[in-house]
């Protein structure tokens, strides 16, 4: 499925939870959402998802507005950061309730998930631990093999084994049916192993998207040792994001292209100069600096 | 379109049902004991009762009257739990927005939700009728004051009345975000003029006693007048809850028809007094117009207000003046009498202070309760840090009210009514005391009369030694009577029933006398008898397992004492 927001806003009162946003995400394609907290994340989700109505501007889905067009929804999963289930139900109850909903929903596969994590049919939602509910979650969102799957914050509550377990499910669903995948995550470094793209948002305004590895491909940690300390002009410069001193050796976190990054350099006569790519959960973490995202 | 089409999809049926089938069944147990279960106890009680007096089967009406009073306002508040739960329980709990998600519309949603609660509503009513009809049908000698067209009248009237409670509720759950929210709006809707009439009238009563205003006079009459004709003509609970005795003998369509009649009979909609089925079918229509409301609000309501008290903003101030207002009636009415009986102006200092003391206090209250919340746009973890405990602290104790009410309810329609049996036996021992009294004044045969007694009722030794005395009186004048030439020769004495009701072991039997005393006439232009009736009072006390008689008397003696009463001379 092809999803498309064109200057997304959405207002809540006076507090704005998404600026102008806009991006497009090809079907088929993995595509991470980072932000802080109170970025923006949920709402970005919920909107695509139709829960949400936006102040201005349009989201589509293959075309089509999933706010007013239900049947739409019938192809997108959604996997919500709090896992909410009528609690009274026992899983098999609450499966009943998804098979009736979805056409498209495959006995089968939602028993081999289940067994696969564990889940007994008899056992009441309300008696599930967190980590359950989320297992929960994914046999759902996956068993009716949605075309869109939009999961927020998925990982959270699963454990390391769970966790890599689910993304392989994921990978696996991309694989075999070309889903298109929305995910938000603080963990990054999951995100850098299946993501395709990656958007990052900060106050409701998407401030990059990017291929992952075009991302990757443009922040870089700089290590400079230099015989003599430049003047303090050298460091200011808007494409540093940050400098830090032990010595004579500085390591700057900057953004560019490397051959013009590496000419910036080499007129200061470093002794040494390397240049190394950095994990995305660092990318972030400098980005946000920028925009002065610290704890205060 | 294929009927599949308009109704609700089976996956939204099947689970509100799940979610709300613990109510239902509370709800169901409740009419079934208030209506199938007290016919079949007034059966079982009349044939133990067997070959009384078929007066006495009076008390069989009671099944009827489940749709007053106590049982009425439970009623009502059972149907409000009905909406409320269906859709703020979803909100609460979080899974209206899972609802959302999925690919149903709001339309669906409401509508599902609607299509359950009025079949929860419906089916104890149209299930109880049935076994109501059985059992009149499979007990044909016994002489029941109603038939089989009260019986569906009620059931029809009971539906319609409380799909009535149950869209208000459902219009009030798709601006509120929440349970507590839903309930309270709800509450408002419907019983407000009941509350402000009561709240009117106390604070009338109150400040009377400030010796400023006398009643009948004064401002606050006038709005206490006003506000108890909005109660009565305007609020169609009330139609339940002040159900008329005369359901006894008629049928609730008769008693509709006087609504009817109160209503529209000198307004211009006075052509709707032509059958009360048009009251009906306004009332149907007004249903529906409620629900297409709830349906509209739904679907543009912004699933961002969940977790507020009211959703809809505008609402907000308005309820808000609205409960400080009544919480300053409150004050008024209360702390006064908690202060005590001051008169004159510094009555009126304390009343006015209890006014401004309880707004401030109502005031406070509507700030933390119903102020402008901001938990829109926050995340699902600081919302939960932001729930407070208090609220669920007073939907628990509504919940402990209603289901008080429920279990108080239960032992009114089973234990402390008299049984048909019960009351059948206390006034056939009436009727011979007062029988024995009459005949004293035609002749005995010399001997003192026995104590009278039968399978449920007694004469207590008391009253039997006060009625010795009295009849030896009587006996007296029917003498000086006869010396005078003016003696009767026969008597007739018949108790016709007017009310019963127990408290604490003590029974009070109100029942009309009709007596008549023949004369031994001379000649045909003399009267034939002299005839009179009289209200008069039993008081039963439970002694031993047996009702004993231990006082009675004429319940009005402005117009005289009747033949039967002893004059102490």
Known sequence: MHVSLKEVAKYFGGHSALDSVSFDVPPGAVFGVVGPNGAGKTTLLKTIMGMLRPSSGSVTVDGRNPQTETAVRVGIGYLAEAQYYYLDFTVSETLCFYRETYPTWQDERSRELCTGFGLSMRAKVKHLSRGQRTQLGVVLALSYVPKLLLLDEPTAGLDPVMRRQFLALLMDEVAQHGTTVLISSHQLSDLERICDYVGVLHQGKLLDVARIEDLKRQVFTVQVVLAEPPTDDFWRQEWMQSVRQHGRIYTVVAQGERDSLASYFAAAKPLALEFIEMPLEDIFIARMGGEGYAFK | ?569
């Open chain 2, 1 to 569: 379109m294929p009927l599949s089409k308009l109704l609700p999809s089976r996956a939204l049926l099947r689970k509100d049902w799940r979610m709300t089938r613990s109510l239902f069944l509370v709800f169901a147990s409740f009419i079934t004991f208030a209506s199938t279960l007290t016919l079949a106890y007034n059966i079982v009680s009349y044939r133990a009762a067997e070959g009384a007096w078929l007066g006495g089967l009076r008390a069989s009406h009671r099944l009827l009257e489940s749709s007053s009073g106590f049982h009425g306002a439970a009623m009502v508040l059972f149907a409000i739990m009905m909406g409320v739960v269906s859709m703020g329980l979803e909100r609460d709990k979080g899974t209206l927005s899972v609802l959302l998600g999925m690919p149903y519309s709001r339309r669906d949603i409401l509508s599902s939700k609607a299509v359950v609660s009025l079949l929860q509503i419906s089916l104890p009513f149209i299930a109880n009728a049935l076994l109501m009809t059985l059992l009149l049908r499979t007990n044909q000698g016994v002489n029941f004051p109603f038939g089989v067209g009260a019986i569906w009248s009620w059931a029809v009237h009971s539906v319609l009345v409380l799909t009535f409670v149950l869209c208000v509720t459902l219009l009030a759950s798709t601006v509120s975000g929440k349970m507590l929210g839903a309930a309270f709006l709800a509450l408002v809707i419907l019983f407000f003029p009941f509350g402000m009439y009561a709240l009117v009238h106390v604070n009338a009563t109150q400040w009377q006693t400030t010796g400023l205003i006398s009643h009948g006079q004064g401002l606050f009459w006038h709005f206490s007048d006003l506000f108890s004709d909005a109660a009565n003509y305007l609020t169609v609970p009330l139609w339940l809850i002040d159900f008329p005795a005369v359901v006894a003998v008629n049928s609730i369509v008769h008693v509709d028809m006087n609504v009817i009649e109160l209503v529209f009979a000198n307004s211009v909609w006075s052509f709707v007094v032509v059958h009360p089925y048009v009251l009906y079918l306004l009332l149907a229509g007004l249903c529906l117009g409620l629900y297409t409301w709830a349906q509209k609000w739904f679907a543009g309501t912004e699933l961002e207000h969940d977790d507020e008290l009211l959703a809809l903003p505008r609402l907000r101030g308005l309820i808000s003046v609205g409960f400080i207002g009544c919480s300053a009636l409150l004050g008024g009415a209360v702390l006064p009498a908690v202060l005590g009986e001051t008169k004159g102006v510094p009555g009126a200092v304390v009343m006015l202070l209890s006014y401004a003391s309880s707004a401030v206090v109502a005031w406070m209250l509507a700030r933390r309760f119903l102020g402008d919340s901001t938990t829109g746009h926050l995340s699902q973890g600081a919302m939960k840090a932001k729930r407070s405990p208090i609220a669920l602290l007073i939907v628990g104790l509504v919940l402990v009210i209603v289901m008080l009410i429920a279990m108080f309810s239960l032992p009114v329609v089973v234990s402390r009514q008299l049984t048909q049996a019960e009351e059948v036996n206390m006034l056939a021992l009436a009727d011979s005391v007062m029988e024995r009294r009459t005949q004293a004044l035609v002749g005995t045969d010399g001997a003192p009369p026995a104590a009278l007694n039968n399978d449920f009722a007694r004469e207590s030794p008391e009253l039997h030694k006060r009625e010795q005395v009295l009849i030896v009186e009587l006996a007296e004048r029917r003498e000086a009577l006869r010396q005078r030439g003016e003696s009767y020769i026969r008597s007739e004495t018949h108790l016709v029933l007017i009310s019963s009701r127990v408290r604490q072991g003590t029974a009070t039997v109100v029942a009309l006398e009709q007596s008549k005393l023949y004369y031994a006439r001379a000649h045909p232009a003399q009267p034939e008898y002299m005839a009179w009736e009289a209200e008069r009072g039993f008081v039963f006390m439970r002694r031993g397992g047996v009702w004993e008689l231990t006082e009675h008397g004429v319940m009005d003696t402005s117009k005289g004492l009747p033949p039967n009463e002893p004059r102490g001379n």
